[in-house]
Every structure is written in structure tokens, then in C-alpha cells.
């Protein structure tokens, strides 16, 4: 199926970007910086500049099988001022307008549009059970959900299918609500929000990517849908399951008036309450992936973790490369290990393995991970790559050098410039039958010294834990949800 999609280097548009293309569809994209979208979504996507305006959008319209809309400035960007609701509105429902524009002009054109909304479309309800005969809320994100979705189903004049999920608090590691509730669990002084008796409407990423897939292929997705989880909780019991996954109290309130504070009316996205039930996806027989938010965050923050350890004598040593010096001026303090499991051909892993403009599809989003100049044409022992990293608000530049190269069954990096004392990277390949084994070694020493033995503990191993759970679920998305990761054992040589 050929898709088109607004919103592809999103939260939500990059996974379901790799979970198209590990389906063997094909996916162009409407952005506004090529180059950005390169860095994020990688190779096999054919990319659309929004600068060719409506033309352009009649184009794509003609070319696609299927319309995916999933763009809108988000609703916490910010204070909620005139310009602000402007830009919210002119990205949702102005866009959508313009898509249907297109698709009515198209010919041929595509057989059904899938247009997100929200579950704000409901308001702050209270404790009422909604599902999708609920009337709508009146305030200033329920009238922009109402409008919008509107603005969608006049595509059904054109003939053409509209599914419209109204999305709940997407839970993923990458981005969304969860990594800005993490911060404070990580120091302690995490909790519920205000009172902790509001409703929230969940989703994990991976099940809503699959509700998405669900209504590209089968015609009864139509018309508006809930797309949250079954077994919506309060604000006090989501924190409570957060700090139990991460081992840390969940007892410290956030103050109402302090996100008012910070996002004035757009603080209502938080502090209101939606007690939702999927009743469409229900009688549709979706299958919930993770229908319980402790599964759920237990998924995303505590499996899938490598191992990391203090590098010593009992470890498995790093591969000797003849001819490279690394090694023999820097010492590494610290080993990651991570066995993956791909089902997917050793051709086809280590092919996309061997692509730079891979990388970004890899690494987190708030990584900002952006190539500098052209990638090497091909990959090959001493070829270079330069890209530019954000930590937090620290901008880094990163070289890698490839130390080693081996066709299917190993690949070698290290860091030629970069905030690492050492960092001396093993990607080892093997077969297993139809299946593909990697296992990463990474070999490193933090920067800053003695003073780096703190820093691993409280930031770099915690960073690096995520950076490689994010990897595994990217890698699972790509290769049709098929990852499985653990521990490395050192059992490939």
C-alpha cells in the first residue's frame, strides 16, 4: 500500500513510519525540512516538501492508496495565547481542509483518510463513563477536536473512507506525556497531578501504531473511535504504577496552580479528567496489546534494558582489529552488553545496519541526531561519520570511525570526537535460521574522570538504558514488531 502522511517525524508519525515500512508499504512524507525528516525517519521514505503547497498535496493525494493525517502544533508547547491558538487550529484543521481539497480533486484517489483527534474532544468530564456517542465538551480543545474531525469527514464526499481516532495520552519512551512525568519521579519528587482524582485516557505507542494499521486494511474502521486503552486509571493510581516501575515515591502532588502557571488554559489538558472506553475498537475486536498501565509502563521503562557493568578482567574482552591504536591509548571503565533478536533475514538487518542515514531512526528524538555533511558513500574499515548531538540543553558533535567491517557478521566503531573517554562499539551478527541475532558490546569510559564515576551513575547509564530500549523497539517496529531483546551474554564471538 503506498501511504501519505503529514505528521511522519512526530511522537507517534515515527513509529508508524517503521512499523509501515517493516510491513512492506511504502510511505512518502509531507515536511517541511527534507533534511530534518532524513535524520529522523531514515531510509525508504520518499520525502514531500511542504513548500509545493496545494499542487503538491493534489499530487500525493493521486499517487497514494491511503491518506494518514497526523500533524498539529502541540497542545503544550506553551501558553495558549491568540497566536498560539491560531497555530493549533491553522495546523489541525486548516491542513485537514486542505487535504480533503486535494483528495476530492485527485484522480485516482485514495480509498480511506485516517485523521486523528483527541480525546479532548470530551472535555474535563469528571467521573462519567464516555465512549463514542458522548457529546462533545464545550471548552477550547473540545470545540478545535469537533472542528477538526469535521474538517476529515467531509472527505466522505469524495468517496472516500475517514477513520478518525480519537487518541488518548500516548505512552512511549521517546517523547509524549511520560517523558515529562519522568523527570521528577527520577529525583524523588514525583506524583500525581493536583488532586489525583481525574481521569486519564492511556494508549501505548505500539497499540495505537496497530490501531492505525488496523484501519488502513479493514473497511469496517469507520467514522470516530476511541483509541485508549480499556482500563483508563486516575492521575493518583498512573503515578503510583509510574513510581513502582521506577523504584522511586509517588507521593508528592503537583500543584494545579502551578502548571497554570507554566500553560495557563493549556494546563486543562492535564489537569482535566476523560474516563473513556474504547467501545468501537471493542466491538471491532481490536486485540489490546497492553490493556493495563502497569504491563504497560513496565514494558517501556523496565524491559528490554541492556546490562551494564564495570569492565574487568572477568568480562569478555573487545575484539582485537589489526592495524587500529584505539584501544591501546584509551581504557575502558564500563561494559553494555544487549543480545537482540530480529525476525528478519541477516541480509536484511545488517543492510539497514549499514546505512548511516539510519542512525537518527535509532536514537530518541530528543537526541536532536542530525548528520553533518554527505554520509560516506559506502561503508567500509575507516570511513567516517559526523553528526551533531543535543543533551538537555548541551549541544554535542560526535565523529565515528569504523574500525572494523565484516559483511554479516560484525561491524566495529569507535569515537573519534565525542564526550567519551573511550568508546569502542561491537555490532555482532549470526544467523539463526530465519532469524537474525545481534549483539551490541559497547566498551566505554564517561567523560569528566573521576568525576564521571557520579555522572554514569546518575545520567549516563540511565541515558544509555533508554537510548537502547528505544533501539529495540525501533528495530521491532521496523522489522514488524518482531525485536526481542535482552541481557547480553557474550555468547557470539
Not at 492535564?270 to 498501565?293: C, D, H, K, M, Y
Amino acid at each position: 500500500m503506498r501511504v501519505f502522511m503529514t505528521g511522519a517525524t512526530g511522537f507517534v508519525g515515527r513509529a508508524l513510519t517503521l512499523r509501515l515500512l517493516g510491513g512492506g508499504h511504502q510511505v512518502s512524507a509531507w515536511v517541511r525540512s527534507q533534511e530534518r525528516a532524513r535524520s529522523t525517519l531514515g531510509s525508504g521514505v520518499r520525502f514531500v516538501s511542504a513548500a509545493g503547497g496545494a499542487r503538491a498535496l493534489a499530487q500525493e493525494a493521486a499517487r497514494a492508496d491511503a491518506v494518514v493525517n497526523l500533524a498539529g502544533e502541540p497542545v503544550l508547547g506553551g501558553r495558549w495565547t491568540a497566536q498560539r491558538r491560531q497555530a493549533m487550529r491553522e495546523s489541525r484543521i486548516d491542513l485537514t481542509r486542505s487535504i480533503v481539497a486535494a483528495l476530492s480533486q485527485s484522480s485516482p484517489r485514495p480509498s480511506v483518510m485516517i485523521s486523528a483527534s483527541a480525546i479532548g474532544y470530551y472535555g474535563d468530564r469528571g467521573d462519567e463513563l464516555l465512549d463514542e456517542a458522548s457529546a462533545p465538551g464545550a471548552d477550547f480543545l473540545a470545540r478545535l477536536c469537533v472542528e477538526w474531525e469535521a474538517a476529515a469527514m467531509q472527505a466522505e464526499q469524495a468517496g472516500v473512507r475517514v477513520f478518525i481516532p480519537r487518541i488518548g495520552i500516548v505512552l512511549g519512551i521517546d517523547g509524549g506525556a511520560l517523558a515529562r512525568m519522568m523527570t521528577p519521579f527520577a529525583f524523588g519528587a514525583g506524583g500525581p497531578i493536583g488532586s489525583g482524582r481525574q481521569w486519564m485516557g492511556w494508549i501505548h505507542l505500539l497499540d495505537l501504531v496497530e490501531v492505525i494499521v488496523a484501519a488502513l486494511e479493514d473497511q469496517r474502521y469507520r467514522g470516530a473511535a476511541i483509541a485508549a486503552a480499556p482500563s483508563p486509571v486516575t492521575s493518583r493510581e498512573f503515578a503510583r504504577q509510574l513510581g513502582r516501575v521506577m523504584h522511586r515515591p509517588a507521593f508528592l502532588p503537583v500543584p494545579v496552580f502551578a502548571l497554570r502557571a507554566l500553560y495557563g488554559e493549556g494546563a486543562s489538558v492535564l489537569s482535566a479528567g476523560q474516563r473513556v472506553l474504547p467501545a468501537r475498537l471493542t466491538e471491532l475486536g481490536f486485540n489490546w496489546r497492553f490493556a493495563r498501565i502497569e504491563p504497560a509502563l513496565h514494558h517501556l521503562l523496565a524491559e528490554d534494558g541492556p546490562e551494564i557493568e564495570a569492565f574487568g578482567p572477568s568480562s569478555p574482552p573487545p575484539r582485537k582489529v589489526s592495524g587500529s591504536t584505539y584501544l591501546d591509548t584509551r581504557r575502558a571503565s564500563c561494559l553494555l552488553r544487549q543480545t537482540t533478536r530480529v525476525n528478519a533475514p541477516i541480509t536484511e538487518v545488517f543492510s539497514f545496519f549499514s546505512r548511516p542515514e539510519n542512525l537518527g531512526v535509532m536514537t530518541p528524538a530528543d537526541l536532536h541526531f542530525q548528520i553533518i555533511g554527505a554520509p560516506p558513500a559506502q561503508m567500509c574499515r575507516g570511513a567516517r561519520i559526523e553528526y551533531r548531538l543535543r543533551a538537555g540543553v548541551l549541544p554535542l558533535r560526535w565523529r565515528t570511525v569504523i574500525e572494523e567491517w565484516q559483511p554479516h557478521q560484525l561491524m566495529i566503531d569507535s569515537q573519534e570526537r565525542g564526550p567519551y573517554r573511550c568508546w569502542w562499539h561491537e555490532h555482532h551478527f549470526r544467523a539463526d535460521g530465519d532469524w537474525t541475532v545481534m549483539e551490541d558490546r559497547v566498551y566505554f569510559a564517561p567523560p569528566l574522570g573521576v568525576l564521571g564515576a557520579g555522572a554514569a551513575y546518575l545520567f549516563v547509564k540511565p541515558a544509555l538504558r533508554r537510548i537502547f530500549r528505544f533501539r529495540t523497539e525501533a528495530i521491532g517496529l521496523r522489522f514488524r514488531g518482531a525485536a526481542e531483546a535482552g541481557a547480553g551474554n557474550g555468547h557470539i564471538s
